[in-house]
């Protein structure tokens, strides 16, 4: 069936350095990808998607290729701030499907 | 604004004593989908619905009933709740199509006693 892996957390940085969260998946045909990103005491919420091979996402700052060869989705930030600390959920959902599939969430904490 | 709903956000209860944890929704979504969430296990889907009077189990059903009579409502219900379902709960909601942005409650944290 359907799966997403991402890295284990906790992730600890200072602020201003860079980031990236590897997610890969395993899917039949051409699942949609998503990062969603839940802040301390809130729900998830979305931070971006790709729907095809190649497609960039991005949102505040952060970034995610669809990389159909080596199927990944890999979430990066150039300089993160305080306020990115929060749990990162990579997702899929399959074509003809309405189930979205997470991974277990990574844990980001940026300190001053 | 649009949004999803929970109700309570907290709960703290016992074995045994039946529970509802509401949500609503203000967008028109078709779709509906209760979550927990549990450390090291991230998010599981318990039920979904695609439509009014349309429900289908998730992964981890068992011990959890849920109903769909108005688009708006999906109240989620724990017949006999047990310590085990101590959990983050949350509800979303989209449109039909699945590749659309999925939007989530605030989250109920349940404790059972």
């Known amino acids: 069936g359907n799966s997403v892996t991402q890295m284990e957390g906790p992730v600890t940085l200072s602020e201003e350095a860079f980031l990236t969260i590897n997610c890969t998946y395993t899917a039949t045909g051409y699942p949609s990808l998503f990062w969603y990103v839940q802040y301390p005491g809130e729900g998830l919420q979305l931070l971006l998607k790709a729907t095809k091979a190649d497609d960039k996402g991005s949102n505040k700052g952060f970034e995610a290729t669809y990389r159909k060869e080596t199927t990944s989705f890999h979430l990066e930030k150039g300089s993160v701030q305080v306020s990115d600390s929060a749990v990162y959920f990579c997702?899929?959902?399959?074509?003809?499907?309405?189930?979205?599939?997470f991974g277990k969430g990574t844990k980001l904490t940026v300190n001053p | 604004e649009a949004q999803v709903t929970q109700n309570p956000r907290y709960l703290i209860t016992v074995t045994g004593k039946k529970l509802t944890v509401t949500c609503s929704q203000n967008m028109n979504h078709e779709y509906m989908s209760w979550y927990r969430q549990d450390p090291g296990l991230g998010l599981r889907q318990i039920y979904y619905?695609?439509?009014?009077?349309?429900?289908d189990k998730g992964d981890v059903p068992e011990g959890y009933k849920v109903s769909r009579k108005e688009k708006r409502n999906f109240p989620l219900i724990l017949e006999s709740p047990s310590p085990n379902q101590t959990s983050l709960y949350f509800c979303a909601s989209r449109k039909t199509q699945g590749r659309d942005e999925q939007f989530f409650g605030p989250g109920t944290r349940l404790t059972v006693l």
């Open positions: 619905s695609m439509n009014v009077e349309v429900t």
């Open positions: 997702a899929l959902i399959q074509g003809g499907s309405e189930k979205l599939v």
